[in-house]
């Protein structure tokens, strides 16, 4: 006879990003170092859904330029400006048919999973049933969970970097740029020097040249 144990239900998150692909890079990325919820036959999985429409908007790009390659209101290409609209909120569903588990164990990994996320991402709202023999759990309240959510270096008094930020480019001193087109379409003496300082350091940890 097996043990099984199920986990159902949703969390609503709120991203960071300055573009959609961005946002979603992020979040994927997140989810991606998560811990487990197991099951001998399989994990919990976690499926993402994008909120409808849009709730943040932008008058420029995330290099500050405003161009056309942006949107008008209905959602057309502008032939003067536009705007960058962008969806942060998400839905995340969870869904196992855990195998092999009791619910002690079950319970104890999704709260593991809940606060690792909880870390890295906004949690605005949530309702999650974990079920086993003769047991359950609901968990509907986010609050905990919100008060979590690790701010952003530039957000914090101690300038700590949350999780996430490695996996945004860094904007080059007061440029909107990242180093590297500041490089490759302006003369900045600086940024030339900083460049090279950088170069002359990969090139050093892969044994310099190009290799196949």
């Not at 989810?31 to 849009?54: F, N, Q, W, Y």
């Not at 605005?124 to 047991?135: A, M, N, R």
């Not at 990242?178 to 302006?186: A, C, G, H």
Request: proline share 3%.
């Amino acid at each position: 006879m097996s043990y099984w144990t199920y986990v159902r239900g949703y969390i609503k998150v709120d991203c960071v990003g300055r573009t959609q692909p961005e946002i979603e890079y992020i979040l994927k990325s997140i989810l991606d170092h998560m811990p487990r919820i197991t099951g001998s036959e399989g994990d919990v999985t976690v499926h993402i859904v994008k909120a409808d429409g849009h709730s943040c908007s932008s008058s420029c790009d995330e290099y500050d330029d405003c161009t056309n390659n942006l949107t008008d209101w209905y959602g057309n290409k502008s032939y003067e400006r536009g705007w960058l609209r962008t969806q942060p909120r998400f839905y995340l569903l969870l869904e196992g048919s855990l195998r092999d588990r009791h619910f002690e164990q079950t319970h104890r990994e999704t709260m593991k999973f809940l606060c690792r996320l909880a870390k890295r991402i906004s949690v605005e709202d949530i309702l999650i049933k974990v079920q086993g023999y003769q047991q359950n759990a609901i968990i509907d309240n986010a609050k905990p969970f919100k008060e979590m959510n690790e701010m952003p270096s530039w957000c914090n008094d101690t300038h700590e970097p949350a999780w996430w930020e490695h996996l945004m480019w860094n904007r080059y001193k007061d440029s909107a740029l990242p180093l590297s087109l500041l490089v490759k379409y302006y003369y900045d003496e600086e940024a030339d020097a900083e460049w090279d300082k950088q170069f002359k350091v990969k090139e050093n940890k892969n044994g310099g040249g190009c290799h196949e």
